[in-house]
């Protein structure tokens, strides 16, 4: 350490008999005119001699050169001061000496001594405090550096060059990218902001073996499931921390940042590849229109609300039985769109008048109907809530609709009104019966888009599983070959919007769910995402299929011929097995009499009767097990 201080103190040496000369010359310089300079030139030079012989010595003298000037303060400010001082005095001196014997011409401007003190004590100890400037940004980058996380980046599109050029730029986030990873063969080799494409993604395991990586970051919004379940496979195996890009559908009208970096959860695993397709045509849909949303405050109606306001809608009225759930969604959506008239809107939809009179006063054009209860084992237990509510409830909004002339009315359905087995598929199946019947009968635009599971919604398998995960287990499933479709939710409701922009009247949608998962895949998956071995540090028990629920959904019944839209994940039932013959209006007052009986096993069998391929009735009776989970 010593040594190498003093090699820096040599060329602090040097460095000062450059700055003595420019200092000297800088003196006369500074007094005289530029026609002068040249008479003076022969005193000019003199005097740097007379300076070299002087002020070196002194400077060596007071210290100048055993000093570690990185560590520079007020003392050494003095200490400088003193020093070259000295030196000008006795630079000065010498000289008056020379022009008194007659060595030098006697009209030498005397005051190029005091300029030459100036310009020495500026020079000589501002380069000494530059010195120490210098090392304390020297040490600050050394230890930026030192501390620093190095981050491989998955993908080299657009989102990662954003995510690199944020990593770059001065910020607390002390993450230094390294390189990137791309299956694109025209990127490989080829850099970005200065940082390489150094292979494809299926070599990740072996750059984690032999360079030091300490993050991964997957920057690819629009990245399949598989994608990311082989690079967070990888990571955990190799002990290594990654983070994603939420999935493009949540990432619709928002930004591409690092702020938007988070950890890999179970939705991404699942994530399918991403079409879009007439993103405009839903625009055009919602552009300058009134929207009304029920059940606004809930996990599809709250999705809903964002991805409709981001439409720029005249108005958008959030209708909802909670006052909690909706005064949480004004007030964010308040925040993101400051411009965009919103309407909280406290109503049960089981309560006519109410309902007539909120159409009445702020007119929507558009209705998307969200607000259900959802709940299998709840609706088990409670069949006069379930009908009240998904049915009556249904009816009635249906009817304010036809009621006040709106142009378009989307049910958001579920798979298991197809066939249902249980008190909530069937209600919600009699619901796509009263907005198909209505469709029909009044020549409407309204429609029933229908899908399986959503990831993530309120008191759905993950939040449980979650819960169980982190009190130590077990994960409870109902049966081992338990299958379900599961789609993530900004992605349905994506897709809600997509069909109803298509809709013409009395069409059933159906969402392309991808394959079924088996719900013992997903527990283990969401177990390692943990950090935790499955079977060995979380225990897995089976507790049985309870009322109501089938091992496997289907979207629509076998047979119903199913045709392809101008969206690849959207398919329209041709014809839905509905019972032309029926008489909605009268079974479903006779649904509302039956269900306020006690005689359950006449409600099952009644509800059996209206719907086909239903079987409520062959179910045991229930026995609510709140321990398991909503499937």
């Known amino acids: 350490m010593s040594s190498r201080h003093h090699v820096r103190n040599r060329f602090v040496l040097v460095g000062d008999l450059a700055l003595i000369v420019v200092s000297v010359l800088g003196s006369f310089a500074l007094r005289l005119d530029v026609s002068q300079l040249p008479f003076y030139f022969p005193a000019a030079l003199m005097m740097c001699a007379v300076a070299l012989l002087v002020k070196v010595p002194v400077y060596f003298y007071f210290g100048l050169y055993r000093r570690l000037w990185v560590y520079a303060s007020t003392s050494e400010l003095r200490l400088i001061t003193v020093a070259v001082t000295t030196a000008s005095v006795l630079t000065s001196g010498v000289m008056l000496v020379l022009i008194s014997a007659g060595i030098l011409q006697p009209g030498m401007p005397r005051s190029a001594l005091g300029i030459d003190w100036l310009l020495s004590l500026v020079l000589i100890g501002g380069s000494r405090f530059a010195l120490r400037i210098l090392a304390e940004q020297s040490n600050a980058r050394r230890d930026a550096l030192r501390e620093a996380k190095r981050v491989l980046i998955i993908g080299a599109g657009d989102a990662g060059a954003l995510v690199v050029r944020e990593l770059q730029r001065p910020s607390q986030l002390n993450l230094i990218p390294i390189g ?133 809608p005249a108005e958008l009225v959030l209708l909802g039985h909670g006052e909690n759930s909706i005064f949480e969604i004004l007030l964010e959506l308040q925040s993101n769109y400051p411009s965009l008239k919103l309407i909280p809107v406290i109503a049960d939809i089981r309560n006519a008048q109410r309902l007539d009179s909120v159409f009445a006063a702020q007119q929507p054009q558009i209705v998307f109907h969200a607000a259900a209860h959802k ?91 979650k819960n169980q995960i982190a009190n130590g287990g077990p994960v409870t499933i109902t049966h081992p070959d338990m299958v379900r479709f599961f789609m993530t939710i900004p992605e349905a409701v994506y897709l809600v919007l997509q069909a109803s922009s298509m809709q013409s009247g009395g069409e059933v949608f159906v969402l392309n769910m991808g394959e079924p998962v088996r719900i013992l895949d997903l527990a283990e998956d969401l177990i390692k995402l943990s950090g935790l071995e499955p079977h060995k540090d979380i225990e897995i028990t089976f507790t049985g299929i309870r009322p109501g629920e089938k091992l496997a959904e289907e979207l629509w019944d076998e047979g119903t011929p199913l045709a392809q839209t101008s969206h690849p994940d959207i398919f329209r039932l041709d014809q839905d097995a509905s019972l032309p013959t029926l008489n909605l209006t009268q079974a479903i007052e006779q649904l509302s009499t039956f269900s306020l009986s006690i005689d359950r096993d006449a409600l099952n069998k009644f509800i059996d009767s209206l719907i086909p391929g239903s079987s409520i009735s062959e179910s045991r009776p229930s026995d609510l097990q709140l321990s398991t989970l909503d499937l």
């Open 180 to 312: 990137f990873l791309d299956d694109d063969p025209a990127k490989q080799n080829h850099q970005i902001y200065g940082v390489s494409v150094i292979g494809k993604v299926n070599k990740l395991s072996n750059i984690l073996d032999n360079q030091q990586v300490d993050e991964v970051i997957i920057a690819i919004p629009s990245a399949p499931g598989n994608i990311i379940r082989l690079v967070n496979d990888a990571c955990r195996t190799k002990g290594i921390p990654s983070r994603t890009m939420p999935g493009i559908y949540e990432l619709l009208g928002g930004k591409v940042s690092v702020n938007r970096l988070r950890e890999v959860d179970i939705t991404d695993l699942l994530r399918r590849d991403h079409v879009r397709v007439n993103d405009e045509k839903v625009g055009q849909a919602l552009e300058g229109k009134c929207v009304l949303v029920t059940g606004a405050g809930g996990s599809i109606g709250s999705e809903l609300s964002r991805q409709i306001a981001r439409r720029n």
């Open 375 to 465: 709940h299998v084992p709840l609706m088990e237990a409670n069949p006069v809530e379930a009908i009240s509510n998904n049915v009556l409830g249904t009816r009635n909004l249906v009817q304010a609709a036809l009621d006040h002339n709106i142009e378009r009315f989307v049910l958001i359905s579920t798979d298991k009104a197809v066939r249902p087995s249980s008190i909530y598929g069937a209600t919600k199946r009699l619901a796509e019966m009263i907005v198909l019947d209505a469709a029909h009968q009044h020549q409407r635009a309204f429609t029933v888009v229908r899908f399986g599971n959503v990831l993530g919604s309120r008191g759905s398998i993950i939040p449980i599983f």
